[in-house]
């Protein structure tokens, strides 16, 4: 009975020290928390960082919006992030006293995927992505015909982000025009693998992710290009891919992705070490996982930024259009 009462008490006094992770008591353990878009990146960084550098470092997935809200509690020392903080956030987090450093990381796109046996599904406009995916569409736009005509009379299965996904609040912002409104007919989740799961086994799915959570399920997948529809672009039905968001011709599902870290963490030397091996090796790490790395400017800004303690955010929101190039000015 004593060896199960000390064993209770170490695993309560372990789970206590865990939750500490973010602020000054969180020893060699750091916390991470957010993006399901960021996780293959700060995932790829935690686990080279641990074998070059030792410590343990934790990464969970509660989405960009559930990142935020534990890090301004102190939960954790850094959130990944698929769009920029909003000044809601901000403000709550001022309001605990937490300052938070922004730290842009790479570069991504939204995939746009159906189920590989969708043969009528060659390319989607952003209008026809809006008819889906705007409020009014709810119990109205529900089978594949209503979307084009020509496209057979069978149902339409949708499946996204949950609302408190970055990817989400970016998608509605760039296709309905409202940030953070759409239908609320369609599976969520806040892990992507989950998505990729539901597209992945039903014919009449259609879907959006992060580019990378295709590319490591292409065989499972089909990507859909988009056109814009912007007369002077020239390009017609773009497709995310390393160049096409790069270059910027992508648009308008390409954006930056993020980490925020609490400017009170960072006085902990084991996440400043972190951060530093991030903003050196991330850029090759994510390019390995399906990103586009910044270019070698971008992570010198962002260590100035970790440098000088420079906190809050150099966005409003999800901007939409941010080119690698108006980052850097930033």
């Known amino acids: 009975m004593k060896i199960l009462t000390l064993v ?11 939750k500490k ?13 957010g993006s399901s878009t960021v996780f293959p990146v700060t ?25 935020f809200k534990k890090l301004c509690r102190g939960e954790i020392a850094i959130a990944g992030a698929s769009r920029p903080i909003k000044e809601s956030e901000t403000s709550q987090c001022k309001s605990a006293g937490v300052e938070l450093i922004e730290l842009p990381v790479a570069y ?17 406009t952003v209008e026809e992505l809006k008819k ?13 015909s209503q979307v084009r ?77 988009i056109d814009d529809g912007v007369a002077d ?29 609490s400017a009170a963490a960072l006085e902990r030397p084991e996440v400043r070490s972190f951060v530093d091996y991030y903003l050196t090796e991330g850029a090759e790490l994510a390019q390995e996982v399906g990103y586009i790395p910044l270019p070698a400017a971008a992570y010198e800004l962002a260590r100035k930024r970790v440098a000088d303690r420079r906190t809050g955010s150099s966005f409003r929101g999800s901007e939409v ?6 980052l850097l000015k930033n």
């Not at 209770?8 to 865990?18: F, V």
């Not at 080279?48 to 030792?54: N, P």
């Not at 189920?115 to 060659?122: F, L, Q, R």
């Open 132 to 144: 889906v995916w705007s409020p009014e569409a709810q119990g109205s736009i529900t089978r594949w």
């Open 149 to 225: 005509a020509g496209w057979p009379d069978r149902d339409l299965h949708l499946f996204g982000p949950g609302v408190d996904s970055g990817t989400y609040d970016y998608f509605t912002q760039a296709i309905v025009g409202v940030e953070h409104s759409s239908r609320g007919d369609f599976t969520s989740s806040e892990d992507d693998n989950v998505l990729v799961q539901g597209v992945s086994t039903d014919p009449a799915a259609l879907g959006f992710f992060g580019y990378a959570y295709y590319v490591e399920n292409q065989d499972r997948l089909k990507l859909v290009p």
């Open 233 to 261: 672009n020239g390009a017609g039905p773009v497709a995310p891919s390393l160049e096409s968001v790069e270059k910027g011709t992508y648009q308008p599902l390409s954006r930056p992705v993020f980490i925020y870290v």
């Open 321 to 326: 259009g941010v080119s690698i190039e108006e």
């Open 108 to 124: 991504d796109g939204i995939a746009v995927v159906v189920h590989p046996d969708s043969d009528w599904v060659d390319h989607m």
């Open 8 to 18: 209770i008490a170490l695993a309560a006094l372990a789970a206590a020290c865990s």
């Open 21 to 33: 992770g973010g602020g000054e008591e969180g020893g060699a353990t750091i916390q991470i928390d």
């Open 43 to 67: 995932q790829a960084v935690a686990e080279e960082f641990q074998k070059d550098r030792g410590g343990r470092v934790t990464v969970g997935v509660s989405g960009t919006g559930g990142g």
